[in-house]
């Protein structure tokens, strides 16, 4: 009954939008080369990249001026999460698979052409987006080809292995892609952690030691078969299966008389593992040139089991131990309507509908052991079943009145339904209108303006709706049944200036008004735990340039560079005083600097990252994540062996200090009263990694 219920929500969400909309218009992706937008696009073909040596789409793509690849925002629903990449002018019909990902899977040989578009443009999907990357594929003629990546990296002695091959070709006259991908990794981070009472006196030592452990394996696929009419079907698929460890080791050192004395160690262990599936795939009707529709499945599956302990020693015997054995399900499935109408080549709108269902099954058993076994001790919130349904109609219109001026406006209408049952029991409605605007103007070849407004609705995270607990820090974040998704007003204006081939630089300011803003909030005054604030202001500057090099004497060298400040406002909830936002770095800066030198087919370079600095508020807690030295890599790369591109790099040069404070108070925190501070001071060594990849 309950499946059946969950079928029809959808159908009524589909059938919504059938009422709503006209006929509708196909995609012009193909047809965007003939088209008079050279103020907004900008074509790059295969030959722009030679120098760069790419193997497959994603070493193109990384070097378009002035762009950089996002995987888009945590917003609500398929359509509010787009990334900023299209293929063939379409997005891809999976969620869970990352942009690189995608791009990393398609062979040199299949592209056509890059454009960079900047601006809204008919048949391009900008989502909202006021620049995007469309990379335009060639119909695959020949028997197929393979790509392949294989990685080394060297971590504090230890070595990971890592790969992926691909294989392009052509079954049935449709392009068909399959891909096994592995990856491992593991940190050895080690440091130290003080903790000083009120007064800056020593209390304690730990020497941390932690080591962890990563490994996944992911099979995909993905295939496109277009029909003699123009129609054409796409599936996309992938499965994975990962295992994670983590060993922590401290040493506990007490003041005693002055003089630090050993007093006991602390065991934690973290063993997690779970798999997960994605299958996806739309199929677009087309009824004329002008006109089309587009209906879009996907459906995700996530398990995962994990088991971690704590055991504390004193210096002679057992002290304590703790005990967490948890298992979380999660499911997603989406359908997703759209039709397009090309009305003229100044006017294109889109309508369509989207309906979504959401569930994660969780639950945690906690075990304690005083000296005597292991005891269940129950934790609030810790099994529960959460549940959301949601459905949306949507339309938009672009209006080009020349090849300066574009604009594009949206609306949105989101109603869902989140249910919580088990230790919790809580069910909430919302409706939510989400309004969009944005305008474009090419006020030359080489200077563009971009500016938009839009209403975004959060995606919530099911797991802030039930309670965990971490080991390491000793504390217990209790899940919050009555969170709601933060509502914001974005206003964003830029200005874009391309100078030479390659030379560009953009400065953007965003403003933010934010209701219910998602933070930490205090429950009973007794725990903290995800919440909703109230209103809060933010405010962004950044600018990113690439700047050539060629006139100070370095041939074929580019410098990018990446610097923004931020700031925010919010009413703390504990002590009804203004402050920043939680979890949000203030400012940070990057410099990439590559130069390739064509006659010894090589390139070097390196990149410079400042490191975050982070500010977190909870109910008896204050919080400062700080990187104390910036992350300094640096690699050579060369062609000249086996026609396969080698790489060589090092990371963490300067082998970077993250630094973290916790101020702990004696009761709330509105109360001020200090009673004691813990210092960490952390370091994860240097990263080699060695890596070849070519195609076959």
Known sequence: MRAARQQNFILKSLLAGFMVVTPVAAHAAAALADENVDGVVTRYTPDFFSQYNPVTALDMVRQVPGF?????????????????????????????????????????????????????????????????????????????????????????????????????????????????????????????????????????????????????????????????????????????????????????????????????????????????????????????????????????????????????????????????????????????LLYDWTISPRHTVQFGTEGALNSLNSGLDLFEDNGTGFVQTILPVSNTKVREKRGEVFGSWVFTPSAKWTFESGLRYEYSQISQSGDASAKRTFKFPKPSFSVSWAISEKDQLRASAQRKVAQLDFGDFVSNINISDSQTNLGNPALEPDRTWALEASWERRFGEKGTINITLQRDFISAVQGRVPINNAFDGPGNLGNARRWLFRIETRVPLDRIGLKNATLDSNWFVRDSSVTDPVTGLRRELGGESRRAWSLDFRQDLNALKMAWGWNYNSGPSRRQFRLFEERLDNARSGNLGAFMETTRYGGVTTRLSVDNIFNQKEDRTRIFFAGSRALGIVDSIEYRRRTVGRRYRLSIKGTF
Not at 95 to 118: D, G, H, M, N, Y
Not at 167 to 183: F, K, M, Y
Not at 207 to 220: A, G, V
């Open 68 to 336: 950089a690849i996002s995987d888009g925002q945590q917003a609500r629903g398929f359509g509010g999460t787009a990334g900023n990449v299209l293929i063939n002018g379409e997005r891809p019909s999976l969620k869970s698979t990352s942009l690189r990902e995608i791009l990393q899977r398609i062979a040199l040989a299949r592209v056509a052409r890059i454009e960079l578009i900047r601006g809204a443009v008919p048949g391009i999907d900008m989502r909202g987006q006021t620049r995007v990357v469309n990379v335009v594929l060639s119909t695959r003629k020949d028997g197929g080809q393979s790509t392949f990546a294989a990685r080394a990296n060297m971590w504090r002695d230890r070595v990971f292995f890592n790969g992926e091959l691909t294989r392009s070709l052509r079954i049935g006259g449709a392009d068909v892609t399959v891909n096994l991908q592995r990856n491992a990794q593991g940190r050895r981070p080690e440091g130290v952690r003080n903790l000083f009472d009120a007064n800056g006196d020593l209390l304690t030592r730990r020497d941390e030691q932690d080591q962890r452990w990563f490994r996944e394996w992911q099979p995909s696929f993905n295939g496109e078969k277009k029909f003699a009419n123009g129609d054409a079907l796409r599936l996309n698929g992938k499965y994975w299966n990962w295992q994670w460890n983590r060993n922590e080791v401290a040493r506990i050192s007490r003041v005693s008389g002055g003089a630090l004395s050993p007093d006991g160690f602390d065991f934690n262990t973290s063993d997690n593992d779970g798999y997960g599936f994605e299958i996806g795939g739309d199929y677009e009707r087309q009824f004329s040139k002008e006109r089309s529709a587009k209906l879009i499945f996907v459906r995700t599956r996530r398990k995962r089991n994990s088991l971690d302990t704590g055991e504390s020693f004193t210096a002679s015997s057992f002290d304590d131990a703790i005990k967490i054995d948890s298992v979380s399900l999660s499911n997603e499935t989406i359908l997703r």
